[in-house]
T-cell receptor, first 116, second 112 residues
Framework: EAGVVQSPRYKIIEKKQPVAFWCNPI?????LYWYLQNLGQGPELLIR????????DSQLPKDRFSAERLKGVDSTLKIQPAELGDSAVYLC??????????????FGPGTRLLVL | GDSVTQMEGPVTLSEEAFLTINCTYT??????LFWYVQYPGEGLQLLLK?????DKGSNKGFEATYRKETTSFHLEKGSVQVSDSAVYFC???????????FGKGTRLSVIA
């Protein structure tokens, strides 16, 4: 069974440019998460989807970050415009889901973003 | 809010040494506890988990026991290998609609 797929694996952009990350979760997983991992830190949640609905986006900086999960499968996370401080690893995870569940989350390889 | 505290690294061990990485947590309710491992250049992989008090999670020679009385979930392995070199993250997920809460990670280097 394929795991969580993310692309690109690496991205280098100049500040003020837009960037987008794509995630395909494990088949059948209803819950999808985007996490931000700064260097030397543990991941922190940006947004959580139950199917196509964003049920927790309280930590998403909405002035520059946006996300969508059309049709409740693939998801895209966008930053526009990017800032130097956005350099980090962006991780996507998925789980079987259900409101209030403690299901195991499975992570993709991440996208390493460097903003120059 | 919920939080996880794990021992700071880096931890450097010789091959076949005993490993302990301490993890304590603060949470309301009854969280599930996890250890994830991140090998160089890769994403997070679930190593083991425990969902209730006194449960022991185990995988690949690693073990951790959910201790509610001490709010701990220490990771142990009896004999580490060079291939165990990675960053280890302790994490919890609480009841209700909350995300995984991670510790800062502990880098382990095993030398031959």
């Amino acid at each position: 069974e394929a795991g969580v797929v993310q692309s690109p694996r690496y991205k280098i952009i100049e500040k003020k440019q837009p960037v987008a990350f794509w995630c395909n979760p494990i088949s059948g997983h209803n819950t999808l998460y985007w996490y931000l991992q700064n260097l030397g830190q543990g991941p922190e949640l940006l947004i959580r989807y139950e199917n196509e609905e964003a049920v927790d986006d309280s930590q998403l900086p909405k002035d520059r970050f946006s996300a969508e999960r059309l049709k409740g499968v693939d998801s895209t996370l966008k930053i526009q415009p990017a800032e130097l401080g956005d350099s980090a690893v962006y991780l996507c995870a998925s789980s079987l889901g259900g409101q209030g569940s403690q299901e195991t989350q499975y992570f993709g390889p991440g996208t390493r973003l460097l903003v120059l | 809010g919920d939080s996880v505290t794990q021992m700071e690294g880096p931890v450097t061990l010789s091959e076949e040494a005993f490993l302990t990485i301490n993890c304590t947590y603060t949470a309301t309710g009854y969280p599930s506890l996890f250890w994830y491992v991140q090998y160089p250049g890769e994403g997070l992989q679930l190593l083991l988990k425990a969902t209730k008090a006194d449960d022991k999670g185990s995988n690949k020679g690693f073990e951790a026991t959910y201790r509610k009385e001490t709010t701990s979930f220490h990771l142990e392995k009896g004999s580490v290998q060079v291939s165990d070199s990675a960053v280890y993250f302790c994490a919890l997920i609480n009841s209700g609609n909350t995300p995984l809460v991670f510790g800062k990670g502990t880098r382990l280097s095993v030398i031959a």
